[in-house]
């Protein structure tokens, strides 16, 4: 029976994702993440790190990867006219809205879904950590994984951004480059100096993932915990604030390009900073 808890949890934890919408548990992830390395700092203790934040009910590899897949299930719904109001009206629901809270549909299945995915994502991470042993942040990577396997099966198996083919997809990519420079490199170097006292780098990709709060409230702010938590993982590897900062802004250009490939104008979504991270932390916990 213990081992079959946590992959209980896990469908439950998908669930949950599905219900209040996946960036919803990614925030409440991030403020519970706070709170455990608050606890860390201040007893040593990482108990509530490891056993709520990163746990199979609020864990991004499952309470998110099961919203985000959930969300995909009902854009899939939508564009076949079968998401309809009780009166027969279809309703238009994007499968890359991962914000929206799908309790308010009322679907059975897309929570069933949001369990399912749950699973797989507990399932994906449990190898990695304990039979493949990967050194990379393998979280990112289930998320990336179980972005891409909803994307095959509720985005009529459509990998790719559909963008025409005259769209310039380098100008958007390079749009505002020097702007976004400037505001990444300042974060990194301001993350990279805490995370050198505190000596932990998930503090970034928590706090960033809190952050995001503001965006759910309409608040014009840019994502972050990517790019807080490479320049994190830079410094600890490096032990220099400028190669922190360095790839603290290589994060964000690398975040920028696979949403241009990936998320623009698709049917689901597939997390382009999971994605810079996935590349990043794999290089940095390999080769350095």
Request: hydrophobic share 60%.
């Amino acid at each position: 029976m213990e081992q079959i808890l946590p992959y209980l949890l896990a469908f439950f934890g998908g669930v949950f994702g599905a219900a209040i919408g996946g960036a919803t548990s990614f925030i409440l992830f991030g403020l519970m993440g706070i709170i455990g390395i608050g606890l860390i700092v201040a007893t040593g203790s990482d108990v509530f790190l490891n056993s709520v934040a990163l746990s199979p009910i609020i864990g991004p590899h499952v309470a998110f990867a099961g919203g985000v897949a959930a969300a995909a299930y009902m854009g899939k719904l939508s564009r076949e006219g079968k998401l309809q109001t009780e009166t027969g009206e279809v309703i238009e629901f994007a499968g890359s809205n991962i914000f929206a809270p799908l309790h308010s549909f009322g679907n059975t299945t897309s929570l069933v879904i949001g369990g399912v995915f749950g699973v797989i994502g507990f399932a994906i991470l449990d190898i990695l950590d304990n039979v493949i042993a990967l050194k990379a942040d393998n979280i990112a990577i289930v998320v990336v994984v179980t972005n891409i396997i909803a994307r095959l099966a509720f985005g009529d198996g459509q990998l790719l951004s559909d963008l025409p083919k005259e769209v310039n997809k380098v100008g958007l990519i390079t749009n505002n480059l020097l702007f976004n420079i400037l505001w990444s490199f300042s974060l990194s170097i301001v993350m990279a100096g805490i995370i050198d006292v505190i000596q932990i780098p998930l503090f970034g990709f928590v706090l960033g993932a809190f952050f995001l709060v503001f965006i759910a409230a309409g608040v014009n702010v840019p994502m972050i915990h990517h790019v807080a938590l490479i320049a994190g993982m830079a410094m600890q590897v490096f032990g220099n604030i400028w190669l922190a900062g360095l790839l603290g802004v290589i994060s964000m250009i690398l975040c920028e390009a696979i949403g241009v490939t990936f998320n623009a104008n698709a049917k689901s979504h597939i997390d382009p900073p999971a994605a810079a991270i996935t590349i990043l932390s794999l290089i940095l916990l390999n080769f350095f």
